[in-house]
Antibody
Framework: EVQLVESGGGLVQPGGSLRLSCAAS????????MTWVRQAPGKGLEWVAN????????YYVDSVKGRFTISRDNAKNSLFLQMNSLRAEDTAVYYC??????????WGQGTLVTVSS | QSALTQPASVSGSPGQSITISCTGT?????????VSWYQQHPGKAPKLMIY???NRPSGVSNRFSGSKSGNTASLTISGLQAEDESDYYC???????????FGGGTKLTVL
């Protein structure tokens, strides 16, 4: 059974940093593209970033480019999202998810990031 | 403003069929057969219901079906059941720098 467990969310001041983690199990992590999707409170879904299976390529939504960095540790079946220069509009539940071909299939339960002073 | 346009809400009675539309552009829905649909119950993670326009993942009821015409994709739920009451989101791969775009979501109410 695919399991994705996010952690690292919390309250941070504007301009601050946070590192999200996602522990994966139940599938061959090193073979899958992985992605982060976020959902602001009461709002829709927004794709944030994804990373190739070997970590050699990363892609980001324009609004986080230069501030967020996605990475992975295939030896530890873990996905990360380093978030710097956080803004109020980054407040959201952040979901870790697997990506197969051109679909985002399995999702974690999410971790809430709140950016507020 | 979401990239893909969905109706904010739809409703139907048990046993009926409903259709949710998802309108994009020639850069996303119209360009690729990579439209997915997700079901999200309150406080829960999204669940993949349809991928590649019309394919169902294993375990998803055949009451759920998808289609596409031009720049508009559709999700149809037949034989509505109370447990179908949820939020539904469409998504598409896109040729823009934002690789995936989502719709704003549609709240389905089973009357």
């Amino acid at each position: 059974e695919v399991q994705l467990v996010e952690s690292g969310g919390g309250l941070v001041q504007p301009g601050g940093s946070l590192r999200l983690s996602c522990a994966a199990s139940g599938f061959t992590f090193s073979s899958y593209w992985m992605t982060w999707v976020r959902q602001a409170p009461g709002k829709g879904l927004e794709w944030v970033a994804n990373i190739q299976p070997d970590g050699s390529e990363e892609y980001y939504v324009d609004s986080v480019k230069g501030r967020f960095t996605i990475s992975r540790d295939n030896a530890k079946n873990s996905l990360f999202l380093q978030m710097n220069s956080l803004r109020a509009e980054d407040t959201a539940v952040y979901y870790c998810a697997t990506q197969s071909n051109y679909r985002i299939d399995y999702w974690g339960q999410g971790t809430l990031v709140t950016v507020s002073s | 403003q979401s990239a893909l346009t969905q109706p904010a809400s739809v409703s139907g009675s048990p046993g009926q069929s409903i259709t949710i539309s998802c309108t994009g552009t020639s850069s996303d829905v119209g360009a690729y057969n990579y439209v997915s649909w997700y079901q999200q119950h309150p406080g829960k993670a999204p669940k993949l219901m349809i991928y590649d326009v019309s394919n169902r993942p294993s375990g998803v009821s055949n009451r759920f079906s998808g289609s596409k015409s031009g720049n508009t994709a559709s999700l149809t739920i037949s034989g509505l059941q109370a447990e179908d009451e949820s939020d539904y989101y469409c998504s598409s791969y896109t040729s823009s720098s934002t690789l995936w775009v989502f719709g704003g979501g549609t709240k389905l109410t089973v009357l």
